[in-house]
């Protein structure tokens, strides 16, 4: 992992000394295997004009609280310029950053500052969709029937008598049918064009080699101003099935990760990927300086999950059957498995997430609404990710303990998923993902909390007044708080030998709903243990106690410990 110049929060509150830091690039085999890699959703990190939504030029200026935190590398959500009818998943132009954001001499300062403190740039791509504001779709539109440039998208005739009715059966992952008719230049019916998300973000065709040779050239761009990787968008929807085959079945959604679709998971997407793959290895010669590709690739399997991550296709992908465990020992001692035998044979790191833009923040969804219950099985269920082999996830807001905020007025709502769904009976997205993008608080006792300039400026999603207590600033140097428990966290990761790049673990005995594992390696162990029941459990001291996600812990007799309930320990051996 990069080493941060910065001197890592000394331990405290139930902690002991870290083990002495180690070689950590000489013993890493590509930076990306053991990478800590925070997401960053730009909307809502920090707003640096005032207008009320995030930008560039605040990241930029809270690149050092992330350098300071401990991670490796940053991970943007989409900045390009968009219509916004899905928060920027609706691409106009790829190659321009959208004003609200900045323009691009902002995207290479950042670049080039996040670089300057040791942090890696990941940005989003999104290879599967694009805007229907996109200059090709809108040429199509307007050139009718025929036109080549409806050939780079999936343009269909329907069915019925004249047409009326959609091409096959596929709906949307927003809800409602997957297609949407186009009008013909002269105001007449049309064909249909299909969209797997809104419809305002037609899907590409990738049977089309003009999209192809696009993609090509934008990896280029992006890694020519210097970004470190790409997360892939939909990674898993770029091909579908031949003939666009109905499926037959109502609520599809409901498949997603289950099944093999004829709009997702097709195999003719490894070729792609294949073709990527000689494109970023042409940028970087050795581990430390590779460019990297990252899946967000729902599959049914695991073990189809890692064939993205084969040697000559992409370098990582999420892992969502992890993050779709829940809090109980023995489905995540079966994930965890899982996980890692399906990566070892092709040689790629497992990946471990708990939250992100997409899904409710995992403090929320691992919880039953007691609020210090719930914090606590947080901070034991990140420890817990953190002492896994390979590279973690953190979504920005979760190092203070953010909860979601379930209630947001639906006239402030932007999930288009919400919007589709308003007055329909369509199956689709619940359209709650607002809860998990409400802005981050940094300082201040009233909203917006100085997300913005303003002590009183406007925030694009309403904060709640109790975050004033989960703030950045109220945080800092609370040893009992979230945020420094993940800077102790992060700290003891890089330094400890046998914590960050693996393929194993080593499963020790453990009553029933507790998890205990040993890493090691040839400069120490750790072992980790996890107590996923709401009561105390006693176990047997591994080790010298070397970080705990809760107080200070009882040790009987020198020999045995008394684990809280919802609580990971970690200890030296």
Known sequence: MTQHPAAPNPPTAGAAAA???????ARRPGWWRDAVIYQ???????????????????????????????????????????????????????RVVDPMFGEL?????????????GLRVIVDLVPNHASDQHA??????????????????????GHGENGELPPNDWESIFGGPAWTRTANPDGSPGEWYLHLFAPQQPDFNWDSRAVADEFRSLLRFWLDLGVDGFRIDVAHGLVKAA????????????LLGNAVLPFFDQDGVHEIYRDWRRILDEYGTGPDSRRIAVAEAWTPTVERTALY?????????????????????????????????????????????????DVVRHLTRFGGGDREQDLDRARAATMLMLALPGSAYLYQGEELGLPEVPDLPDAVRQDPAFQRAQGTEAEGQEGMRDGCRVPLPWSGAHAPFGFGPAEDGPSWLPQPAEWAKLSVEAQTGDASSTLELYRRALAVRREHPALGAGDA????????????????SADGSLVCTVNTTTGPL????????????????????????????????????
């Open 309 to 357: 991550l084969r040697p000559d296709e992409l370098h990582q992908a999420f892992n969502f059957q992890y993050l779709g465990t829940g809090w109980a020992a023995e489905p995540l001692r079966a994930v965890i498995d899982a996980s890692l035998d399906s990566m070892r044979p092709v040689g790629a790191p497992a990946t471990w997430v708990l939250s992100n833009h």
């Open 243 to 254: 003939g666009l085959p109905d499926i037959g079945v109502h609520d599809q959604i409901r």
């Open 505 to 520: 673990v080593e499963w020790l005995d453990a009553p029933p709903g507790v998890l205990c594992f040993r890493r090691g």
């Open 136 to 157: 090709w779709f809108r040429q199509a539109l307007r050139e009718g029937p025929g036109s080549p440039l409806r050939g780079r998208f999936h343009f269909r005739p």
């Open 19 to 25: 083990t002495p830091a180690a070689a950590g690039a």
């Open 105 to 117: 001499a902002d995207a290479d300062g950042l670049i080039a500052d996040a670089h300057g403190l």
């Open 538 to 573: 006693t176990v047997p001291v591994p080790g010298r106690l070397l970080l705990a996600s809760t107080g200070a812990l009882t040790v009987r007799e020198r020999e045995q410990v008394v684990l809280p309930g919802d609580s990971t320990a970690w200890w030296s051996c």
């Open 40 to 94: 960053v959703y730009p909307r809502s990190f920090a707003d640096a004009d005032g207008d009320g939504m995030g930008d560039l030029a605040g990241i930029r200026s809270r690149l050092p609280y992330l350098r300071d935190l401990g991670v490796d590398a940053v991970w943007l959500s989409p900045f390009y310029s968009s219509p916004q009818a899905d928060a920027g998943y609706d691409v106009a132009d790829y």
